[in-house]
């Protein structure tokens, strides 16, 4: 089996199983949308670690308020094969006791990741992945892709505050 065929069949693997991503006090009361864009030309990407630069915005369900962070993801052990460009992320925000404008989406997530997108389309996909504190959960809506390449380890997002 080719590398490529090895790591579509995984992706299709993790996508069936969401279960095995969440523990059972994850959070679970959705509190908005955090839509994150990969900058060009930002991050290396290499075959079992891969970084990129994104700025993001967290939109409130309640009343609108944005609040913008800027950080990297990419694959802490794994493989990712990309040539893509344009890139967006997705995220439901889910958590049971938030409060606005404190950057509390600040700081570092974790979970799994399969995915393989060739000419934009993508199959796969992300498990939810959490704070570290466990306090926050973001669940993948979409994965935008303008590209090809393929994904499979475990994922990370790093964020902070962006004050532009």
């Known amino acids: 089996m080719n590398p490529l065929s090895f790591v579509f069949l995984s992706a299709l ?11 059972p006090d994850a959070p679970s009361k959705k509190v908005g949308t955090l839509t994150c864009k990969i900058l060009p030309h930002a991050g290396i990407n290499l ?16 009343d609108g308020v944005i609040e913008r962070y800027k950080g990297e993801t990419g694959i802490g052990f794994g493989l990712d094969v990309a040539f893509a460009r344009g890139s967006v992320l997705i995220y ?13 989406l600040a700081g570092k997530y974790s979970g799994a990741r399969g995915n393989v997108t060739t000419l934009g389309a993508t199959v796969g996909d992300s498990a939810p992945i959490e704070k570290d504190d466990g306090t ?29």
């Open 13 to 23: 693997m993790l996508s069936s199983y969401p279960a095995l991503a969440a523990h």
């Open 47 to 62: 075959l079992i670690h891969s970084t990129r630069d994104i700025r993001c915005e967290f939109e409130m369900l309640e």
């Open 92 to 104: 439901s925000v889910l958590a049971d006791h938030f409060k606005q404008n404190t950057n509390q």
């Open 136 to 164: 926050i959960s973001l669940q993948p809506m979409s994965v935008q892709n303008k590209g090809v390449g393929a994904t499979l380890g475990f994922s990370y997002i790093y964020l902070e505050p962006d004050s532009q």
